[in-house]
């Protein structure tokens, strides 16, 4: 009853930090702002563990099984 929501939920996370993760090196590789009118390092830093966070939310969303 409970897996439906739970691979939802690892689904929704995984895929949000992983593209997440890939913006934010796209960006970071090209010397663009991640975040405009914010200290380009502090806002790479900060995206970059938002997007790791939702990858091991993902991770034990899917161990839950």
Same mark, same amino acid.
């Given at each position: 009853?409970?897996?439906? =929501?739970?691979?939802?939920?690892?689904?929704?996370?995984?895929?949000?930090?992983?593209?997440? &993760?890939?913006? *934010?090196? #796209?960006?970071? /590789? @090209?010397? @663009? =702002? #991640?975040?405009?009118?914010?200290? =380009?390092?502090?806002?790479? *830093?900060?995206?970059?563990?938002?997007? #790791?966070?939702?990858?091991?939310?993902? *991770?034990?969303?899917? *161990? /839950? &099984?």
């Amino acid at each position: 009853m409970e897996r439906g =929501p739970a691979i939802f939920a690892g689904i929704v996370f995984a895929l949000f930090g992983a593209g997440l &993760l890939v913006w *934010t090196a #796209v960006r970071v /590789r @090209q010397r @663009q =702002p #991640v975040a405009h009118g914010v200290n =380009p390092v502090a806002s790479a *830093t900060f995206a970059g563990l938002v997007s #790791v966070i939702a990858l091991i939310l993902g *991770t034990w969303c899917f *161990t /839950r &099984l």
